[in-house]
């Protein structure tokens, strides 16, 4: 594919920029967004209207709602991520060998970077703005439900490129080739350098099976919040319902909660009402169905679901150690959060949680690349190679070796 070819002669225009020029490409995007959002949000109510002609269902077309105030917030986010250290040069480590020679470890660009995605316009933006500023060039496969969206986008994004001085084709999208081009970017060995998925379980799991580039694992976010024994009545409650409500159609809102059964009789009823009071509703064990009224039986089904929308989970369970042993079960690797006083059992759950991010006593919200300082995410990854947890910048660097000698030959 000739958008293939492209991309990987854009690459090598991007990874010559210093970091002022890729600053001030970025800088020219998050303006033209902003001079463009009324082409933006008119393209995007188109999606918009044929997402709920077709039934995608609320969660989706939340992520794939774009308004005013959300382009304005991605225009900030690429300033945000221009702002960020380029870690491009930087030393990751290095030693000077007994014969004099100085070895060093820095980052470098992968080169082409590649995505794909559904519903999430936002993404297209993300994506790029990280992947220009760790000096890569983007090719993006954003699916048919922000098709609209994705063309204005993509082109407001090309054209500033353009008006800054980079190749236009440093940002491309394959939406217009269908499931063709999503099947050139997972199997463009020699072009792709890394392929990152986001999206449904059905659609990671696809990419991750059909693929013959490298991939960087998403996840999906069956997220549990364990309420310990100590946990603040205030506490517990804010967060859960923080963590749920706050925007529940995305990875990091939680999705079940677990109750200390000492805690149970203090937390269960206050907290299934406060969230009920939010349009939630708590799909709960025995235990919980008789503390709180108006609470649905739950099923094996629901430790396992991640609804991504007003819905939750909710089990009593005998201690930590039952906890612990139900995350095992049920977690898919995203992120876990305890309330609790008890600081031992706050390192507990921080040392034997194995997800991407743990947390005490905090809102698992806070997973988010943005909230953690890094403008903006590729996406969150489960896996346990090179990259988990957020990926912001260092996550789309690989590095190389610099040898510097004074003649030396090998003995």
Request: proline content about 0%; charged content about 20%; overall charge positive.
């Given at each position: 594919m000739a958008r293939l070819h492209a991309a990987k002669n854009a690459s090598r225009d991007v990874a010559r920029l210093t970091s002022a020029a890729k600053a001030d490409a970025l800088h020219a995007i998050a303006d033209a967004?902003?001079?463009?959002?009324?082409?933006?949000?008119e393209a995007n109510a188109a999606d918009l209207a044929r997402g709920a002609a077709e039934g995608i269902g609320d969660s989706l077309l939340d992520r794939l709602r774009l308004t005013p105030?959300?382009?304005?917030a991605l225009a900030a986010a690429v300033r945000d991520v221009a702002a960020l250290p380029d870690p491009v040069g930087q030393v990751v480590g290095g030693h000077r060998l007994p014969?004099?020679?100085a070895l060093e470890q820095v980052r470098v660009p992968f080169g082409v970077v590649a995505a794909i995605y559904e519903a999430r316009p936002n993404v297209t933006v993300d994506i790029a703005a990280l992947?220009?500023?760790?000096?890569?060039?983007?090719?993006l496969r954003g699916g048919s439900a922000a098709r609209d969206s994705n063309i204005v986008l993509v082109q407001v994004m090309r054209d500033a490129l353009v008006a800054a001085g980079v190749p236009a084709d440093a940002v491309q999208s394959v939406d217009d080739f269908g499931r063709t081009g999503a099947r050139a970017l997972m199997t463009g060995r020699g072009f792709i350098d890394v392929l990152v998925p986001r999206g449904s379980a059905q659609l990671i799991a696809a990419v991750v099976t059909e693929s013959t580039v490298p991939v960087i694992e998403t996840g999906a976010g069956n997220v549990h919040v364990f309420l310990d024994e100590s946990a603040p009545q205030d506490w517990a409650r804010d967060i859960v319902v923080n963590a749920k409500v706050q925007r529940p159609s995305v990875c990091n809102a939680a999705e079940t909660v677990l109750v200390h059964r000492a805690a149970a009789d203090r937390l269960v009823g206050d907290i299934v009402r406060a969230l009920q009071a939010e349009g939630v509703t708590v799909h709960g064990d025995e235990a919980t169905v008789a503390r709180a009224d108006e609470v649905v039986a739950a099923t094996e089904a629901d430790w396992q679901t991640e609804y991504l929308g007003l819905d939750i989970a909710m089990r009593v369970v005998e201690d930590l150690d039952a906890a612990l042993e139900h995350?095992?079960?049920y977690s898919t690797g995203h992120t876990e959060s305890i309330i609790t006083t008890d600081s031992r059992n706050a390192d507990r759950f921080l040392a034997e949680v194995d997800s991407a991010v743990v947390m005490v006593n905090a809102s698992t919200r806070f997973t988010d690349g943005g909230e953690f300082g890094f403008g903006a995410e590729v996406g969150i990854s489960t896996q346990k190679l090179h990259a988990r947890g957020p990926m912001g910048?260092?996550?789309?660097?690989s590095t190389k070796w610099l040898a510097r000698g004074s003649g030396q030959v090998r003995a």
């Open positions: 967004l902003e001079a463009a959002a009324g082409r933006i949000v105030e959300r382009v304005g014969n004099g020679v992947a220009l500023r760790s000096g890569n060039a983007v090719l995350i095992r079960t910048l260092s996550e789309l660097t």
